[in-house]
């Protein structure tokens, strides 16, 4: 079997104009991200370990979930408000024959990060790996033009909360 060129194996730009208000849906996007669901193949390298992987419900942090998942591991699966997007990644998680947990919250509060790491050891066992994947970022022409409660959010998300 031919091997496919992986520089035109996938939709190329320019992609259509679109937005979406934030934290936004993983199914509204064109074209669809690609989170390995066709093609990676995972070799057991992680087998009966257990994940907390941050923002695990749709980009890199699906991604993430489902190579986990293939290599074998559990994953509990930490998400902000997107809840269709998370049971999304539990159906991927749980297709490749692994448990998964999804948990809404923000990571921002030290005690639902706590509660987290406290879920994923009674509810799966034990905590092998943390992923600290989930982030927050909006584009502003001027970083005066940020409001004072975004920066905030973005520091609690992304830096206090690791």
């Not at 584009?139 to 992304?158: A, G, M, Y």
Request: with cysteine; glycine share 8%.
């Amino acid at each position: 079997m031919p091997l496919e060129d992986p520089t035109t194996a996938h939709p190329r730009p320019p992609f259509p104009e679109q937005e979406q208000a934030p934290p936004g849906r993983e199914a509204d996007m064109q074209p669809l991200a690609d989170h390995g669901e066709e093609s990676y193949v995972g070799h057991g390298r992680l087998q009966d370990k257990v994940a907390l992987i941050t923002g695990a419900d749709s980009g890199i942090g699906r991604a993430v979930a489902l190579a986990f998942a293939r290599e074998g591991a559990d994953v509990l699966c930490s998400y902000w408000k997107e809840d269709d997007d998370a049971a999304e990644t539990t159906r991927l998680v749980e297709e490749a024959g692994r448990r998964c947990i999804a948990v809404p919250g923000d990571i921002g509060e030290r005690d639902h990060c706590r509660e987290l790491v406290e879920s994923a050891v009674s509810r799966l066992g034990r905590l092998d790996v943390l992923v600290n994947n989930a982030a927050y970022q909006m584009s502003h022409d001027s970083f005066l033009e940020i409001p004072p409660d975004e920066i905030n959010f973005v520091f609690r998300t992304n830096i206090i909360s690791m």
